[in-house]
């Protein structure tokens, strides 16, 4: 069985830093893309960042340009999403996904993503 597990997270107050990680398991993601979405309380799941298989392909949602950066360790099979000068707003459900490309490429909707973590939460205080 194929899974996405995410960790990190937490609760953080603002300006301040928080990582999270994911590791599939049951699959490697060759060539598959891999990133974040976000889904906060009462909104729809939009994108964070992604970034392809060889790490040469990078993009960031508008919200967190400049404030998120996204790695991917391929010998570990493991993605990171290191966020910094955290806002109130950043407060989200933070989930990990992998897709092929075509269709998703660096700017993948919710629709072209093949497989979803479960998700971890991040709470910004204020």
């Known amino acids: 069985q194929v899974q996405l597990v995410e960790s990190g997270g937490g609760s953080v107050q603002a300006g301040g830093s928080a990582r999270v990680s994911c590791t599939p398991s049951g699959h490697v993601f060759i060539r598959y893309y891999m990133g974040w979405f976000r889904q906060a309380p009462g909104k729809e799941r939009e994108f964070v960042a992604a970034i392809s298989w060889s790490g040469s392909l990078i993009n960031y949602g508008d919200s967190v340009k400049g404030r998120f950066t996204i790695s991917r360790d391929n010998g570990r099979n493991t993605v990171l999403l290191q966020m910094n000068s955290l806002e109130p707003t950043d407060t989200a459900v933070y989930y990990c996904?992998?897709?092929?490309?075509?269709?998703?490429?660096?700017?993948?909707?919710?629709?072209?993503?093949?497989?979803w973590g479960k998700g971890t939460l991040v709470s910004v205080a204020s």
């Open positions: 996904a992998a897709w092929r490309t075509p269709p998703g490429g660096t700017r993948p909707t919710t629709a072209s993503v093949d497989y």
